[in-house]
């Protein structure tokens, strides 16, 4: 008999440009009195209408939470959940990329099962059923509104340390692309590129199955051509699209697992600060790479999907779609004057819960090999 795998799904789903105001009717519906509002500090600052929901909950009975940045951290997180156990919300709201969901997740977490975040990263459980959660994501990678993880920074451990949890999937969903547009437009590829790479690595993935290749194999035709539209046009056609890929994609590899792509990217961000995408837009041709020979048929199946007769010409693609974003600058830049501890990557990495789906039997020389080729790829070195 075949192995059985859970799948599970946010309650609720909806879409549409400018749907994200319908929330303050669903928590008129809930008869929820007191929310919780987890928002990303820019996005207020830049989107018309993140002011307006902003401004909506400031005329209700509502706590803000934004004090934390692109890789929430466990002090953050203890914060939060302060904040949260005094004011005693019965509705938690996250408005933001994965920064905001995942440590929105954290909070509820924390806040109603007691202690601090580090004792639920170390293997603590929570038993207290969760109150009403509803995400409203603003960026078109991450995927975390549909994913039953979460991934915190610790600064102590410099780790970045990830949360399995249920209970962590929202009970309503928002899509909505007026809130991606103003999203920064290296930021929008670094966040694309991720998506790209759940729905990839799920497709080559050593626990991939008929059920999980069937459903890739639909997110990844046109990807490419939403990627660049989304980025350079911002249209709603094509923002939308990639939100459903986010959302989508993130349903499939919690079944699984992801690569050395995703398993080395976390660390980097841990002792770099760098944007997750961009972490993961850093290491995927490389280890794209590294694993082609060990599952070249799905690499090959996945690449042609996306509209790429050859590898060569999905890694050209690539290159010319990061240099025209600005990711390639980005990462030359924020990487430029910090060291990049390739060893303790490596180690931190062979932790990961990615390295057993990835196709090539990998130990810390194969991640080594993989991280200063990366180096040498983006001209770090």
């Not at 999203?183 to 999980?212: Q, Y």
């Amino acid at each position: 008999m075949k192995d059985c795998w859970k799948f599970a799904t946010p309650q609720y789903l909806k879409s549409g440009a400018g749907i994200s105001l319908t929330v303050f009717e669903y928590i008129k519906e809930l008869g929820v009195e007191k929310v919780y509002v987890v928002i990303d500090p820019n996005l207020a600052k830049t989107n018309n209408l993140a002011k307006q929901i902003l401004a909506g909950f400031q005329k209700t009975d509502a706590t803000i939470f934004s004090d934390f940045g692109t890789n929430p951290t466990t002090i953050q997180v203890n914060n939060s959940a302060e904040i949260f156990k005094e004011y005693k919300a019965d509705a938690i709201i996250a408005i933001g990329g994965g920064s905001a969901i995942d440590l929105a997740k954290a909070t509820i977490l924390t806040a109603l099962n007691g202690g601090i975040i580090e004792d639920y990263l170390s293997g603590k459980k929570g038993s207290r059923p969760f109150i009403p959660f509803i995400a409203i994501p603003t960026t078109c990678g991450t995927g975390s509104e549909a994913s039953p993880y979460a991934v915190i920074a610790d600064p102590k451990q410099k780790k970045k340390r990830g949360i399995e949890d249920y209970n962590f999937l929202p009970k309503l969903v928002l899509l909505d692309s007026k809130l991606v547009e103003s999203l920064d437009k290296t930021i929008l590829a670094g966040t694309a590129i991720d998506a790209l790479a759940h729905v990839c690595e799920s497709f080559v993935s050593k626990k991939a199955s008929d059920i999980t290749k069937s459903s890739a194999k639909g997110i990844l035709v046109g990807l490419t051509d939403n990627i660049e539209k989304a980025t350079f046009e911002k249209d709603s056609e094509h923002l939308f699209a990639m939100l459903n890929a986010a959302f989508s994609s993130r349903l499939l590899y919690p079944r699984t697992g992801l690569t050395i792509a995703h398993a080395l990217s976390h660390p980097l961000g841990a002792y770099t600060n760098i944007h997750h995408g961009c972490a993961v837009t850093f290491f995927l041709p490389e280890s794209f790479k590294a694993n082609y020979i060990y599952n070249n048929s799905a690499f090959d199946e996945a690449f042609k999907l996306l509209g790429f007769d050859k590898p060569d010409d999905f890694y050209n693609w690539f290159a010319v779609f990061t240099n025209k974003s600005g990711i390639s600058r980005y990462i030359q830049t924020h990487l430029a004057d910090k060291e990049i501890p390739v060893e303790k990557i490596a180690h931190d990495a062979m932790e990961s819960s990615n390295i057993p789906s990835n196709p090539k039997p990998v130990a810390e020389n194969d991640l080594i090999e993989v991280i200063n080729k990366s180096i040498s790829y983006w001209n770090l070195k």
